[in-house]
């Protein structure tokens, strides 16, 4: 059976759970304009398994429409369920609406969910805010090791030098994929004081850190 606009409506109006999951997954194969109205309704869905199927394509289907985009993505970061709030943190980042740093902010230190947090954290680097370097810097200092390491990996997507005296002391963490992490964001800061940093890393006991080290000094 071919996938239609309406047999993809038809099964988003189904009282069947199943129905209304295919029908999110189904709407991969439409033209992007029209799954971006399809998907509206999946995300007002009252189970979260469907809001969460619907927001995760946002990332891409977002596009065609970025402020309506902000203005969905906001209202799901209020959602009930910590999965969805997170999905709606990560496509905020990947569409680079730098209009809602505000509410992620707010979010992160309103949210008790690591979930959330961590979702938050790591798609600051995606957006690229100048804004969120503080936000980095504080979750650096988080007692979870994901927001942490979420943390390294955005400071070196941000590109602020100012971040590599703040990596320094992580260089050598006891859990390796910290300092995996580190090698990485200081390979893509780029300063004298990254490269004498990823020197000591070339021999870290961890082959995979040693050769990411390696890896962002040539």
Known sequence: MSISVESVKE??????????????NQIRELEPKTALELVQIA??????????SAVSQMDTLGEQDLDLSLQLLRELLKDPEA??????ADCLGALKLHAAFEDLDQLYH????????FSIIA????????RGF????????????????????SFGELGNLEAVPLLTSYAANPDWQIRYRVAQALGNLGSAEAKSILETLVNDE??????????ALE
């Open 11 to 24: 099964l988003l109006s189904s009282e069947d759970l199943g129905d209304r999951l295919r029908a999110v």
């Open 43 to 52: 995300i007002g869905d009252k189970n979260s398994r469907v809001r969460y």
């Open 83 to 88: 999965d969805v709030q997170a999905a709606a």
């Open 110 to 117: 309103q949210s008790q969910e690591w979930l959330v947090q």
């Open 123 to 130: 798609t600051l680097g995606a957006l690229g805010d100048p």
């Open 134 to 153: 503080n936000l980095l810097k504080e979750a650096l200092n988080s007692g979870n090791a994901l927001v942490q390491t979420a943390a390294i990996s």
């Open 206 to 215: 961890v082959e995979a850190v040693a050769k990411e080290a390696k890896l």
